[in-house]
């Protein structure tokens, strides 16, 4: 589909060949384990439907959704050797579903893996399947007392194929937590239930951890998506949201004068004041209010005001007139801007703003071709 960018109020530019290249840098990292891929929540709100061909062509064939649905929309769009996980597994009776578009689930319950068992059984075959242990985020996964069921009676998963045994670190990001380790050592207890399953422990972070936490495969996500996987160091990855808002108005205002709903942030002094064409409605949360910071051609620009359902306000007293031509662009996302540095201000995680990014936003995509050769 062709974009009108414009006449688009704002332009989300997903530069896949960045998402690429983070991928080549994780796969660095990982040395001889695989590296998958976490394409949920739509490739973290930048299209899973872009990201996750783009992924394939680096090698990627290990593709992580969490709902069973996200997996059915994927599945056409990656050729057979793909793996599709769900990360959920079945919700109850839709086991079926799961086999029927060659999902392979991860099974996080006795009920799963008895729905499961039962449906291999039917069939007469034994069926594909990750089994999740919770090591120390009482989340999802088995807890040490179904582990104990499991071990007593094997016949459970009789017809299950366990390829992969999988559990989730609880702050992989800060790498001093002694729980990291902690959670490392059961983890390689709980293996021997499955001694022929492969393992895999790590998301984006974990890979961090280094080499004990790496085992067969790792999950990567957001540092695919450009967020910094370590706490407190420099970014290795590479931005992949590019984020451009029109100016659509400016004017100049007295000294003390209101600014947006509320008037939470008066002039003190005379101001200039641009409106761009992005709100809460496209995910520009709006606990930025006068807290976000934008840029103009370069300049570092303060937010002020409420954040509104379509528009932001800035004040822009004192920059050059040419920068702020109604219909310029203002950059919101950007190498300079990144994910982090605008989470941080609006005291979130890098995850929650991409996520968040909207549905408004013409989307334009670079750095990759269609996979319709490899199909
Ligand atoms: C989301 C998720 C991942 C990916 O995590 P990142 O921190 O984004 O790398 C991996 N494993 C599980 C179980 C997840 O829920």
Redesign the pocket.
């Known amino acids: 589909m062709q974009v009108n960018t414009g006449r688009a109020g704002a332009i989300l530019r997903i530069d896949l060949q960045a998402l690429r290249a983070n991928y080549q840098i994780l796969k660095t990292q990982l040395g001889s384990a695989a590296c998958g891929a ?1 394409v ?1 929540a739509d490739a ?1 709100g930048l299209g899973a439907a872009e990201a996750a061909p783009a992924l394939y062509l680096e090698g990627c064939r290990h593709f ?1 959704v ?1 709902h069973l649905e996200e997996g059915i929309v994927l599945r056409p769009l990656l050729p057979a050797d793909a793996m599709i996980i769900v ?1 959920h597994g079945s919700p109850v009776g839709c086991e079926a579903d799961l086999l029927a578009h060659g999902l392979t689930p991860v099974l996080n319950s006795l009920q799963q893996i008895a729905a499961w068992n039962t449906l291999a059984t039917d069939k007469q075959t034994r069926l594909p399947a990750f089994v999740q242990f919770d090591t120390g985020m009482a989340r ?1 996964g088995l807890s040490p007392a179904e582990v104990d069921v499991l071990r007593a009676e094997p016949q459970r998963f009789a017809a299950i194929d366990v390829q992969y045994v ?1 559990s ?1 670190l609880v702050s ?1 990001e800060d790498q001093a937590n002694p729980v990291n380790r902690a959670q490392l050592e059961k983890f390689r207890a709980l293996r021997a239930l499955f001694p022929a399953a492969k393992a895999t422990l790590a ?3 974990g890979i961090f951890l280094g080499k004990d936490f790496h085992f067969d495969l790792a ?5 695919l998506y450009g ?1 910094a ?1 370590v706490a407190g160091q420099a970014n290795p990855m590479r931005a992949v949201a590019h984020l451009q808002g029109r100016i659509i108005q400016t004017r100049d205002i007295p000294v003390d004068t209101g600014v947006g709903y509320g008037s939470t942030w008066r002039s003190s002094r005379p101001s200039r004041i641009a409106t761009v064409a992005v709100g809460y409605a496209d995910g520009w949360l709006r606990s930025l209010s006068n807290r976000g910071t934008v840029q103009i051609a370069g300049h570092d620009v303060a937010m002020v005001g409420n954040v509104s359902m379509d528009t932001i306000t800035l004040d822009v007293t004192g920059l050059p007139d040419d920068i702020l031509a109604e219909g310029a662009l203002v950059d919101l996302l950007s190498d300079q801007l990144t994910v982090d540095r605008v989470a941080s201000a609006a005291g979130t995680i890098g ?1 929650e703003i991409l996520t968040s990014l909207g549905h408004r936003y013409a989307r334009v995509y670079s750095g990759s071709e269609p996979l319709t050769k490899t199909v």
């Open positions: 976490a949920k973290y992580f969490a990360m999802m999988m989730h992989a998301n984006s972070s999950r990567p996500g957001a540092a967020v996987p995850y």
